[in-house]
């Protein structure tokens, strides 16, 4: 079985792309999903975490998130501990979650592929892209947040032309190019019904 991992910089529509594979049949794995139900369910990383940040993140048992968010925010060191316990946590249960597919591939959706590494553990990796400034406006809509404060998460992410340096395929979500017939250029290939197609699939897209 193939492994497929998709990635890009936050308002680019990773989540928007692996839903049209899903449509088709296709399963995958939610890095952020599975970091929040670590998080919260996996108790030698409650552990850990209470551990490097103080027993009082969970309440009942249950993450005070908006606590956390605080400490992460007012402290940038904590951020380093918090991923430094986490995406070790998520790969490892990415790693079980791959085991258990049998479908002719499965994809991983992740922010972080080459910053944690994690990417040279794809058969191919997928970079999904977008103008920064639709990216933006994007993430204005949805978290309701200001210019200021989207650019500097954007500044702190791994730059998209970085990503698609490194990646072996590039899907653009510009609102522009439609992403139903790249999605099915790369799952052509990925079935084996089709032979590789160009990185910049929107070459053959409308």
Same mark, same amino acid.
């Given at each position: 079985m193939l492994k497929i991992g998709i990635t890009g910089g936050i308002g680019s529509g990773k989540t928007t792309v692996c839903r049209v594979f899903e449509t088709l049949g296709i399963p995958v794995f939610y890095a952020d999903l599975a970091a929040k139900h670590l998080m919260q369910h996996d108790p030698e990383l409650k552990k850990a975490l209470q551990h490097a940040l103080g027993e009082n993140i969970y309440e009942n048992g249950i993450l005070k998130r908006s606590y956390l968010a605080q400490l992460l925010f007012s402290n940038p060191t904590h951020l380093e501990t918090v991923n430094s #316990?986490?995406?070790?946590?998520?790969?490892?249960?990415?790693?079980?979650? /791959?085991?258990?597919?049998?479908? &002719?591939? %499965?994809?991983?959706?992740?922010? #972080?592929?080459?910053?944690?590494?994690?990417?040279?553990?794809?058969?191919? /990796?997928?970079?999904?892209?977008? &103008?920064? %400034?639709?990216?933006?406006?994007r993430v204005i809509d949805r978290d309701n947040i200001s210019v200021e404060e989207v650019q500097k998460r954007i500044a702190k992410q791994l730059p998209e032309k970085e990503k698609i340096t490194r990646s072996d395929f590039v899907i653009q979500n510009d609102d522009i190019h439609p992403v139903l017939p790249q999605v099915l250029l790369l799952h052509a290939f990925f079935i084996g019904q089709a032979p590789i197609p160009p990185k910049f699939l929107t070459i053959h897209t409308p």
């Open positions: #316990l986490v995406h070790p946590a998520v790969i490892r249960y990415g790693h079980q979650w /791959m085991q258990q597919q049998k479908s &002719p591939y %499965a994809i991983k959706e992740a922010a #972080l592929f080459f910053e944690s590494g994690s990417y040279a553990e794809m058969d191919y /990796m997928i970079t999904v892209a977008a &103008p920064e %400034a639709l990216r933006i406006q």
